[in-house]
Nanobody, 128 residues
């Protein structure tokens, strides 16, 4: 069955960096866009970034644009999220998700209904 497993979260100081990984299995990985989302306590889940079937197609949410970089290694069935210059407001559980239809990121890539499989999430905490 389809499985997505995130890792790489942790506690980091403001201004620090983390790299999240999302390892996928159970489907043809290079046929689907992959999205990263996050959910902070008491807030709705929001789209962070999306990458198409190859890494020539990437999009970012306004709050992370210029600080986060998404990439993928189709040989390893893995998508990465490099997070630099982290801020306390980046604290959240981060999820990766498989796009249900598109090979590139949809124009409304941030909408959860575009994705049909989700990982269990990894906690990122940015604090002194």
């Amino acid at each position: 069955q389809v499985q997505l497993v995130e890792s790489g979260g942790g506690l980091v100081q403001p201004g620090g960096s983390l790299r999240l990984s999302c390892v996928a299995s159970g489907f043809t990985f290079d046929h689907h866009a992959i999205g990263w989302f996050r959910q902070a306590p008491g807030k709705e889940r929001e789209g962070v970034s999306c990458i198409g079937r190859n890494d020539h197609s990437t999009v970012y949410g306004d709050s992370v644009n210029g600080r986060f970089t998404i990439s993928r290694d189709n040989a390893k069935n893995t998508v990465y999220l490099q997070m630099d210059d982290l801020k306390p407001e980046d604290t959240a559980v981060y999820y990766c998700a498989k796009d249900s239809i598109f090979r590139t990121c949809a124009s409304n890539w941030y909408a959860e209904f575009n994705y049909d499989s989700w990982g269990q999430g990894t906690q990122v905490t940015v604090s002194l």
